[in-house]
Every structure is written in C-alpha cells, then in structure tokens.
C-alpha cells in the first residue's frame, strides 16, 4: 500500500527557494576556489625616477629663430656668466627713460615682477641698466646681458 500526501499548496516555491540557495552556494564556493588559488601578491616594486632632462634654453632660442639669452653675457674679466645662471632670468618688459628705467622680469620660473634700475632682482643680482629691448644686470662684477625676444610682425 503506498501513502501518498495531499497538500492543498504546490510544491514549486520551495523548489525554487532551493534552487537559489544551492546557486548562491556554489557561486560562493567558485569565488573563494579562486581567489584563494590565484597568484600571490608578488614584492612591491619600488618608484624609479627617471633623471630630468637640462634644458639649454640659448639653443631653443636660436632654433626658434630668435637671438641666444646668453649671447651678449661676460663678466668683467671676460669670461661667460654660466648657461643655468642666465636661464634663471626671463626678461619680459622694458621702461627706458632717461633718469633710471625699469624692467619686467620672471626669476627661476616665477610671475615677473617689475625692477627699477639700482634694485636687487635675485640672490646678489642688481638691475645694473635698461636700454632699448635690453636689461643688465650686475653682480660681483659679472655683467648678464637680458634681452626681449624679437617682434613678430603681422
């Protein structure tokens, strides 16, 4: 004799609430199978900083078509302010009058800022002159000739 049960519900959502906990169950176990069997994480490797490229801004000036910064630059015995020293120095404006003058210049990179002729622009260096497109400036007897880039005309 065989027993059978009737229940007035369907056995369909506990089959299906099954069905999605076996699921969630082996999605669980496939996940951590390979996370836990992948590579170990190998040693860190450390930041290498490439060296920085100097940059000769008298050769970019002649290879853009205009005059050397560091062309009309000597020191009172004659002998040629370094390149680093006269890239430091950008002149970006000249006020010639006849009782002084003034210039507009940028030092290391930074906002250029005027200088009347007499004042101290950076680290020793005095606003020995201004002439025409010209700025000098002096310090310990070495001379370093600033001079505006050329006019573009258009």
């Known amino acids: 004799m065989a027993l059978s049960v009737t229940l007035g519900t369907s056995l369909w959502p506990a089959r299906l609430a099954a069905l999605l906990l076996s699921a969630a169950a082996a999605a669980s176990a496939a996940y951590w199978a390979l996370k836990l069997s992948g590579p170990a994480p190998g040693p860190a ?3 290498v900083q490439a060296p920085e490229a100097t940059l000769d801004t008298g050769l970019v000036a002649r290879a853009l078509g205009g005059a050397a910064s560091d062309a009309g630059v000597a020191s009172a015995a004659g002998a040629p302010v370094p ?3 006269s890239a430091r120095f950008v002149l970006m404006g000249v006020v010639d009058q006849q009782a002084g ?7 290391d990179g930074k906002a250029a800022k ?3 002729v007499g004042a ?22 070495a001379q370093l000739l600033l001079e505006l880039p050329p006019r573009v005309k258009g």
């Open 114 to 116: 005027p200088v009347a």
């Open 101 to 107: 003058g003034a210039a507009l210049i940028g030092v």
């Open 83 to 85: 390149v680093a020293e």
């Open 120 to 141: 101290p622009v950076a680290d020793g260096w005095m606003l020995r002159a201004v002439q025409g497109r010209s700025a000098t400036l002096e310090r310990s007897g």
């Open 45 to 47: 490797v450390a930041a």
